[in-house]
């Protein structure tokens, strides 16, 4: 079993930042990718930023150049910074891995949680 564990979203005013983490655990033999999503009140879940093992990141049009996604491969942990904020940021925000629980498993999909964050004045 394995788990993601988000933290640090909140509450900023628009122009702020915030930083949020993500820790898997559990049985990990390996991780291909970890990546954020977000779902706002009423729309789809959506990819907000993608790292691969390769390192080649990928990013939604509408955060380009305000996020920023990280990557720990040693301790198995993820971040994402978002400066510039602005309110249609807000929404929850989810932590995606493809993990591979052993040399001779498939690869699985495992969510955090979530993570609210809201931009408002």
């Known amino acids: 079993q394995v788990q993601l564990v988000e933290s640090g979203g909140g509450l900023v005013q628009p122009g702020g930042s915030l930083r949020l983490s993500c820790a898997a655990s559990?049985?990990?033999?390996?991780?291909?990718?970890m990546d954020w999503y977000r779902q706002a009140p009423g729309k789809q879940r959506e990819l907000v930023a993608t790292?691969?093992?390769?390192?080649?990141?990928n990013y939604a049009d509408s955060v380009k150049g305000r996020f920023t996604i990280s990557r720990d491969y040693a301790k198995n942990t993820v971040n994402l910074q978002m400066n510039t904020l602005k309110p249609e940021d807000t929404a929850v925000y989810y932590c995606?891995?493809?993990?591979?629980?052993?040399?001779?498993?498939?690869?699985?999909?495992?969510w955090g949680q979530g993570t609210q964050v809201t931009v408002s004045s």
């Open positions: 559990g049985s990990i033999f390996s991780i291909n990718t």
């Open positions: 995606y891995a493809l993990v591979m629980t052993n040399n001779a498993s498939p690869w699985f999909r495992y």
């Open positions: 790292m691969p093992t390769s390192g080649r990141t």
